[in-house]
């Protein structure tokens, strides 16, 4: 599975638009970008995943750029319960048993 | 209505001692995990079962087995504790193994060995 680099930490303003980057620019043709979210004491939250088109939920959208070597999570109005670290993942669609490796992830604190 | 659910939520233990913790899941999937999220806060699959079926195990130490008696849950035991095995542990499941479903995870299980 590709390896994929995010800012160690972000600062938001509640309210405002969250955009959180994620660089994997050795991603492979059949390889997914997922996104996944830790709040603080609890467990992995699935947020969002895409393959070359922008992606959008009640959640988030997600913007992979052209060549795929980078990706974009967004959280359109970010709210203190959106203070959390989030995971840029990689990974091909089916790979040894569905394993998720997560690397450090950003830190985002959003601020009132 | 609990999606994932782990048993216990704290273990406090003494080096060398055995235990287990619980993995149940009432969504009906195929798949379930163990991770391990370190001190250091890292994540890290340990183990991957499908329909009972044992698919991954990460180069974990034998101490460490994992059980599962139906699909719907997904025992850990650990036996002969050590201290570099204080860490949380965290439970989840998917409905189809290795495809891009989400995996849906448990609370955790925040082992602690003295």
């Known amino acids: 599975d590709a390896k994929t680099t995010q800012p160690t930490s972000m600062d938001c303003a509640e309210g405002r638009a969250a955009n959180l980057p994620c660089n994997h620019s050795?991603?492979?043709?059949?390889?997914?970008v997922y996104w996944y979210r830790q709040i603080h004491s609890q467990g992995p939250q699935y947020i969002i995943h895409g393959l070359k088109n922008n992606e959008t939920n009640e959640m988030a959208s997600l913007i992979i750029t052209e060549d795929r070597k980078s990706s974009t999570l967004i959280l359109p109005h970010a709210t203190l319960r959106d203070t959390a670290v989030y995971y840029c993942?990689?990974?091909?669609?089916?790979?040894?048993?569905?394993?998720?490796?997560f690397g450090q992830g950003t830190e985002l604190s959003v601020k009132p | 209505d609990t999606a994932v659910s782990q048993t216990p939520k704290y273990l406090v233990t003494q080096m060398g001692n055995d235990k287990s913790i619980k993995c149940e899941q009432n969504?009906?999937?195929?798949?379930m995990y163990w991770y391990k999220q370190d001190s250091k806060k890292f994540l890290k699959i340990m183990f991957s079962y499908n329909n009972k079926e044992l698919i991954i195990n990460e180069t974990v130490p034998n101490r460490f087995s994992p059980k599962s008696p139906d699909k719907a849950h997904l025992n850990l035991h650990i036996n002969s504790l050590e201290l570099g095995d204080s860490a949380v542990y965290f439970c989840?499941?998917?409905?189809?193994?290795?495809?891009?479903?989400?995996?849906?995870f448990g609370p955790g299980t925040r082992l602690t060995v003295l």
């Open positions: 969504l009906g999937h195929d798949t």
């Open positions: 989840a499941s998917s409905p189809i193994s290795g495809l891009y479903n989400e995996q849906f």
């Open positions: 993942i990689v990974r091909v669609s089916s790979n040894q048993g569905g394993k998720l490796i």
């Open positions: 050795t991603i492979s043709g059949n390889e997914y």
